[in-house]
């Protein structure tokens, strides 16, 4: 063929191709209201006007400001549950085009979290939408060591974007040096304190400052079992420690091990053998002496802590308490630990972890249930532990700015909440996005606990909180005497509080 | 992504200047000598070579050493002056105490089992057919990082309760095969560091095989026909004849070994991260630096850790000499 004709070719077909695109589209040279139809959903609506699903976002922005101004108009709330009869306002071609553009910043966000495996999915999961939408890259690098390499990144002058830190303890030592950027300069703080409630807008700043938000939260006085294994020998659920040990020795006496306990985890093991305590020190001494303990205003030889460990030693160094005996205790990794509550017959018959194990392989397709850990000083009740992951920004990027922003929406939250072992700490999130009951009754707990406190390990200094108590209840677990194991945890500290 | 960005691209240009630039860097240097009188080009082309060497070792190694040193005798940030205290943390401290002492064990018994192990291993397998394959598979250890046997390791050290299905191949043994209680081997204080020794043996013994093998393979086979035919034995044949041929590569394998294994980190780090008094010094430098931010004991401790390998190293040094002298 001729160079001509391949030109007049191409010609007709750009012509046809731009033909078409003109046709099928109605740009709206302005807004126009619309009222949504049974089998109507925002994307398809997005499509129709727009030839493009998500410019919904556009759309749900322009309805809502137009139901600030007029009562007729609905204020949408779940972009994923919109009604027949509701009135949407659809803005102009431009304006939607306008928003897309700004929106699309591409680029690449560096974020460094501890999650791997079926976490990692689920993060990759949750960002989706907002790689979808801005165009923007998330890369997502996941290490256990995180205490570890971050000083070391941030150091060598090389931080991530984004970080996510499993304890603020990091954070007031980043802040303290001035590495992190402050979030309330481009934060909707309005909107933050309305999602929030402001003890986790306290725990996530420092001198004031806004520095970080709290994504992922696990409420961690939870007992595990499965009903099916306590239905069939007739046991009861425990409400007091008196009760529980009795429990514990009926199990016994019935020729099984009552508790699986897996304290391994690599470098960082020994911390699940924290949270026992912690959780033991809020109920024997209450939450004005744990946040003492915390801060370091009385030491760890202290009588209080003295008689935290003992009550964590009377289960974890019971031979024939626990799942393989102490040697089981510290070889076996925290994630593999609760398996044996689902095996026939029941290896063990209780685990005491946070919520985020529901999302672990042992627990998937298993018919599980929890019962708050019990209280052993009736004075002090059942105070809730928990804890959550803090995400803070160290270089101050439009593209690190807006992944911030979607991480405090509920979107993200929700992603992951509908895949289990995540409770959000954002109020707009609503329950019907857990996935079970038992999801739900743990967002409550959470949100509803009358005395709550944060994780102890890790709002102390890293040499301590990821440091000396770990190996201390390592050397505890392993047969090591108490007071020396204290005694050298209070050396450790009081080097690390200076 | 840009092409600047692009990893692969940066790893191409990465060698192309790197190989090239320093092949462009000796050319020139040559050219700019040519220009000299020859008798002053003989002295000046060893400096000329070895220059750019001695200058970027000066940068990266000797001032770092001597920073090092300064730091030790500062605090935690390494802002006030503290005198002797990280090195009087460093020599009194329990856990420190427990690492000087598992570095020593690791010295003894890691290094007397890879050369007697390699040693053994040299000799017996000269004699028989299937020596190539044999070699190569206790070499492949070799091969794999040390992260990587760590994990292996961990797996067959690993633990499951009496009468359940045995993950670790050991306690499937003891366990499920013969009927023992299975044993925690990282967690029992009084084999663990055994145990971990092990998996350092398992991965070096290759090593030392192949240069006393190459040793033993330069032993003049007349010399070994003439003791046998005077009657020795095979046994005084090794004692008499075949060691004190291999004294040198002996030592120098024995040195190197050495010079290993007071380093000695990745094993003990992934396997059981010093805990269970497992600790050994190159760990503890690691935690207290980058876990802790204790700067100045970090500092302390790796000066304590090149104080221990220089004498290792003099001793290798003056073999060389020794050597050359020889030649």
Known sequence: ?498 | MSTFANPLFSMILAIVVGVGGIVALFLGLEFLIGFLPDRTQERVRPWVYVGPLLLILTFFLVYPTLNTLYLSFLDKYSEVFVGLDNWRYAFTNHTMLISFRNNVLWLVVFTALTVSLGLVLAVLLDRVRYEAVAKSIIFLPMAISFVGAGVIWKFVYAFRPAGQPQIGILNAVVNTLLGFQPIGWLIEREMNNFALIAVGVWIWTGFCMVILSAAYKGIPRELLEAARVDGANEWQLFWGVTLPMMKSTIAVVATTMVINVLKIFDIVYVMTNGNFDTEVIANRMYKEMFAFREFGRASAIAVILLLAIIPVMAVNIRRFQEEEAIR
Not at chain 1, 163 to 188: H, S, Y
Not at chain 1, 350 to 356: D, K, T, V, Y
Request: net charge negative; charged share 20%.
């Open chain 1, 1 to 498: 063929m001729s160079k001509r004709t391949i030109c007049l070719i191409l010609a007709v077909a750009l012509l046809l191709t731009l033909g078409l695109s003109v046709a099928s589209a109605a740009p709206l040279s302005q807004g126009e209201a619309y009222t949504v139809v049974l089998g109507d959903n925002l994307w398809t609506i997005a499509e129709k006007y727009f030839g493009n699903g998500f410019a919904y976002k556009a759309i749900v922005g322009a309805t809502r400001e137009k139901a600030m101004e007029d009562e007729t108009f609905t204020y949408i709330l779940e972009p994923g549950f919109i009604h027949p009869g509701q009135k949407f306002w659809i803005p102009s071609a431009e304006e939607a085009e306008a928003y897309m553009e700004a929106v699309r910043i591409g680029g690449v966000v560096s974020v460094l979290g501890v999650w791997g495996g079926d976490e990692a999915r689920s993060f990759d999961a949750a960002v989706a939408p907002f790689t979808q939408e801005t165009g923007t890259q998330v890369a997502f690098e996941g290490t256990r060591d995180l205490p570890v390499v971050l000083p070391i990144r941030v150091a060598a002058g090389n931080p991530p974007d984004l970080a996510i830190l499993p304890n603020p303890g990091q954070m007031v030592e980043f802040a303290k040096t001035g590495d992190l950027v402050a979030i309330d300069a481009f934060m909707d703080m309005e909107q933050l304190g309305s999602d929030y409630a402001q003890s986790w807008l306290d725990l996530g700043s420092y001198g004031g400052t806004l520095y970080g938000v709290f994504y992922k939260a696990a409420i961690k006085s939870l007992v595990w079992y499965s009903p099916a294994a306590f239905e069939a020998k007739g046991y009861t659920v425990p409400t007091t420690w008196d009760e529980l040990t009795a429990l514990s020795d009926q199990i016994v006496a019935d020729g099984s091990v009552p508790w699986c306990l897996g304290i391994e985890s690599g470098a960082a093991s020994g911390w699940p053998a924290t949270d026992w305590v912690e959780d033991i020190m809020l109920r024997t001494a209450g939450p004005d002496v744990y946040d003492q303990w915390v801060d370091h205003t009385i030491p760890w030889t202290d009588a209080a802590v003295k008689t935290a460990w003992e009550y964590f030693g009377q289960i974890a160094r019971n031979e024939g308490y626990v799942y393989g005996g102490t040697t089981g205790v510290l070889t076996i990794n925290f994630g593999d630990s609760p398996a044996p509550l689902f095996d026939d017959p029941p290896g063990c018959y209780m685990h005491r972890q946070a919520s985020f194990i529901t999302g672990f392989p042992a627990f998937e397709g298993q018919d599980y249930a929890f019962f708050p850990f019990p209280s052993i000083d009736a004075t002090y009740g059942v105070p809730a532990l928990g804890g959550a992951d803090l995400i803070v920004m160290f270089n101050d990027t439009p593209q690190a700015r807006a992944l911030m922003e979607y991480l405090a929406s509920p979107e993200p939250q929700e992603i992951w909440a509908a895949r289990g072992g995540f409770l959000s700490p954002n109020k707009r999130v609503s329950l019907d996005v857990y996935p079970t009951a038992t999801d739900r009754a743990m967002a409550e707990a959470l949100t509803g606990a009358e005395v709550f406190r944060f994780d102890g390990s890790d709002l102390m200094p890293a040499a301590v909180g990821s440091g000396s108590f770990w190996t201390g209840t390592l050397d505890y677990v392993g047969g090591v005497d108490l007071d020396s194991v204290l005694a050298t945890i209070e050396a450790t500290a009081v080097d690390a509080y200076k």
